[in-house]
């Protein structure tokens, strides 16, 4: 069985900075890739960040040089450190294992996930 759990979100000003975390348990989780995704009120889910079991990374492009993903193997967790904050990153944020060990931005690539973490961001 695989649970994914995030922590981490909140309320923060224009320009602030948050760091998310994700545990993702489970037999082997620390051999598959894990992302991060968003979603606003109306719009599709977004993807964000995801890194390979390798530290390979790719980022969507609105969060390029602001956000960064990173994995404390010893701790199984995922953080995504998030610098220079926009309202329009306001969002639920999710963090899912995929079902394979390359990154991914396609939602159904990846099988487990979290159930949110809402990050606000304050003009």
């Not at 968003?38 to 719009?43: A, C, D, F, L, Y």
């Not at 995801?50 to 967790?77: C, L, M, P, Q």
């Not at 995504?80 to 963090?95: G, I, R």
Request: proline share 2%; net charge positive.
């Amino acid at each position: 069985q695989v649970h994914v759990v995030e922590s981490g979100g909140g309320l923060v000003q224009a320009g602030g900075s948050l760091r998310l975390s994700c545990v993702a348990s489970g037999r082997a989780s620390s051999n598959y890739a894990i992302g991060w995704f968003r979603r606003t009120p109306g719009k599709e889910r977004e993807f964000v960040a995801a890194i390979t079991w390798t530290n390979n990374v790719d980022y969507t492009d609105s969060v390029k040089g602001r956000f960064t993903i990173s994995r404390d193997y010893a701790e199984n967790t995922v953080y995504l450190q998030m610098n220079s904050l926009k309202p329009e990153d306001t969002a639920v944020y999710y963090c899912a294992r995929s079902r394979y060990s390359s990154t991914s931005s396609r939602s159904s690539d990846y099988a487990y996930w979290g159930r949110g973490t809402q990050v606000t961001v304050s003009s």
